[in-house]
């Protein structure tokens, strides 16, 4: 069984954070840092230590290194229409509901696969967020994530047509826009203790660029994570030290204002991008695959795998970005990285969930070996 972590209060995170950077503080110091009263501190360190946040004297925190996705966490609606479409008219459907968002999706697929994960990100104090909580609490820590109730929780509305074609999808995004720096400040300590970072585009564009240079100035591993072609003018214009981009075709063309028509401009867009200061650099293409390279160890073009029935789509392409930082951390080749994100982008094209249930750290292993 998963462990669901105990929430805490804003003076028992407070607490946290003071001992976080002087284990050594005394319960006086606490006290009057906070301008509450030695007992009252007292209490809280008690209760810390109950929930296991604390494990003693010099409070030793009870935590690794965590991954840190930030961005999107919504509700994706689907309307399949049963029959063929008519505008202007009631349409019979069948509805589905699923937590989605890019930061959400991948944050998941990491806590499937056993990595720590915090998720950054805003939300409503509604329906829709109670419902994404409950799908993603297993998997990953949720305190992290600031409600504002005069807002809507993020969602995606797609109709499709009998054969499973986009008729048209409507987004609310808005929330997203109080993903300030200001916001990601208030968790400064917990960036900056990171094993990762992880960001979609649907922060704005000063968000991704605080993040950048916070994460060059720590030294801490940041990875970007396009979520459409009409976003990507969010990316910062210094690029420099961001650990990797993983980006499909269209993203691509539409950032670099070309065509993507064989498998040298592929090559030549891959190292476009790692021109621009980036050091690992992944383009998708689809059913032709994936290529992947840096400097060092050159360019890859690894193939996609020949899938038996597609299901659903969505999801595939945070399947694919989670295996590729799973399996990187994990310290394996660039060929390697990109076979993980093919071989778990197909699982969940094969799959009726966004996020496939059956994921672990041995199944993706397993798979791996199975499909060499």
Not at 18 to 31: C, D, F, G, M, T
Not at 114 to 136: C, N, P, Q, R, Y
Not at 268 to 293: A, D, F, H, Y
Request: overall charge negative.
């Amino acid at each position: 069984m998963s462990f669901v972590p105990e929430k805490m209060n804003e003076k028992e995170q407070l607490i946290l954070d003071l001992i976080r950077k002087n284990p050594y503080v005394s319960q006086q110091e606490l006290a009057e840092t906070l301008g509450l009263s030695r007992p009252s501190v007292a209490n809280m360190i008690s209760g810390l230590t109950k929930k296991g946040k604390i494990l003693g004297r010099a409070y030793i925190l009870s935590e690794s290194q965590h991954v840190i996705c930030i961005g999107g966490a919504n509700i994706d609606r689907k309307f399949h229409v049963k029959d063929k479409a008519q505008l202007g008219t009631s349409n019979p459907i069948y509805a589905t509901q699923n937590a989605g968002g890019v930061a959400r999706n991948i944050a998941e697929n990491l806590g499937r696969l056993g990595m720590e994960v915090d998720l950054i990100s805003t939300s409503g104090d509604d329906k829709d967020w109670s419902f994404i909580e409950e799908a993603s609490s297993l998997y990953m820590n949720l305190e992290t994530v600031t409600q504002f109730p005069e807002r809507s929780t993020g969602s995606y509305t797609a109709v499709l047509d009998s054969n499973g074609e986009l008729i048209i999808a409507l987004a609310d995004m808005e929330v997203y826009e109080a993903i300030t720096p200001e916001l990601l400040l208030k968790h400064d300590v917990l960036l900056s203790q990171a094993k990762c970072i992880v960001a979609d585009l649907n922060c704005p564009n000063e968000t991704i660029q605080f993040l950048c240079h916070f994460a060059k100035s720590h030294d801490i591993p940041m990875v970007l994570i396009p979520v459409s072609s009409p976003k990507m003018n969010r990316l910062p214009d210094n690029l420099d030290g961001v650990s990797w981009l993983i980006t499909n075709r269209d993203e691509s063309e539409s950032y670099f204002h070309t065509e993507i028509e064989n498998e040298e401009d592929w090559k030549q867009t891959l190292e476009n991008w790692l021109s621009l200061g980036i050091s690992n650099v992944i383009i998708t293409n689809g059913k032709n695959g994936s290529m992947i390279g840096n400097k060092k160890e050159g360019i890859f073009h690894v193939p996609s795998f020949e899938l038996k029935e597609i299901i659903d789509v969505t999801g595939a392409g945070d399947a694919f970005s989670s295996a590729v930082i799973y399996t990187w951390l994990e310290g394996k080749s660039l060929p390697e990285i990109a076979k993980a994100g093919n071989i778990n982008a197909a699982k969940t094209l094969e799959s009726p969930y966004t996020v496939r249930q059956d994921l672990s750290a041995e199944k993706l292993l397993k798979d791996m070996e199975e499909l060499s």
